[in-house]
């Protein structure tokens, strides 16, 4: 499976961006899909991830700002980001885990290359 991310960008602090995720095959549809991110000179971090079935679960940072969403007739796995700061500044990476339900970074087993958002303040 290939995962293709876009749609990063830069914005202004407050401002909103939509990321889309396009998986290459329907493989995806069943299978719990997350996105992720790394800020210069910090780890990898969970930011969002949507069982097979819709249910989602949110890092803490980023919960009642960023909705993720899937459309699985496209393969596709979007975040809306709204409210951003400085402090989301990263790439982001979307992944496909190996289950139908989020089972954590370690079950992710296939990764796109990722998307650059950069939140200006």
């Known amino acids: 499976v290939q995962l293709q991310a876009s749609g990063g960008g830069l914005v202004q602090a407050g401002g909103s961006l939509r990321l889309s995720c396009a998986a290459s095959?329907?493989?995806?549809?069943?299978?719990?899909m997350g996105w992720f991110r790394q800020a210069p000179g910090k780890e990898r971090e969970f930011v969002a991830a949507?069982?097979?079935?819709?249910?989602?679960y949110y890092a803490d940072s980023v919960k009642g700002r960023f909705t993720i969403s899937r459309d699985n007739a496209k393969n596709t796995v979007y975040l809306q980001m709204n409210s951003l700061n400085a402090d989301d500044t990263a790439v982001y990476y979307c992944?496909?885990?190996?289950?139908?339900?989020?089972?954590?970074?370690?079950?992710?087993?296939?990764w796109g290359k990722g998307t650059l958002v950069t939140v200006s303040s």
């Open positions: 095959r329907r493989t995806s549809s069943n299978n719990a």
């Open positions: 949507i069982n097979w079935n819709g249910d989602t």
């Open positions: 992944a496909v885990d190996r289950k139908a339900y989020y089972t954590g970074v370690q079950g992710m087993n296939y």
